[in-house]
């Protein structure tokens, strides 16, 4: 599966953003989808995952209720709304895929990645 990350920008502290991810292939319902992103100096770290039909989700402490996954199965679609950013949220954000749930590293498949930043 070939993954496609879009929807950064700058953004005010405070603010929202939504990211989208667009997956080829026939098979998207088969993978399980999260985010993850990487600060400047710093390890890509897991930010959200859903499940393959959308049911089951988790987030990472840093963002739980304040970003949300979702998906759209027909058309090949994950999106991760991030609400009340602040500027620690300032990161590129990469989208990925796998067969297994459970994992918050080691994904199969990544896609380019998108910056975020998140000013002041």
């Known amino acids: 599966v070939q993954l496609q990350a879009s929807g950064g920008g700058l953004v005010q502290a405070g603010g929202s953003r939504r990211l989208s991810c667009a997956a080829s292939?026939?098979?998207?319902?088969?993978?399980?989808m999260g985010w993850f992103r990487q600060a400047p100096g710093k390890e890509r770290e897991f930010v959200a995952t859903?499940?393959?039909?959308?049911?089951?989700?988790s987030y990472a402490g840093s963002v739980k209720g304040r970003f949300t996954i979702s998906r759209d199965n027909a058309k090949n679609t994950v999106a991760l709304q991030m609400n009340s950013l602040k500027p620690e949220d300032t990161a590129v954000y990469y989208c990925?895929?796998?067969?297994?749930?459970?994992?918050?590293?080691?994904?199969?498949?990544w896609g380019q990645g998108t910056q975020v930043t998140v000013s002041s």
């Open positions: 990925a895929a796998d067969r297994n749930w459970g994992l918050r590293s080691d994904y199969s498949y």
């Open positions: 292939g026939r098979t998207f319902s088969s993978y399980v």
């Open positions: 859903i499940s393959w039909n959308g049911r089951s989700t």
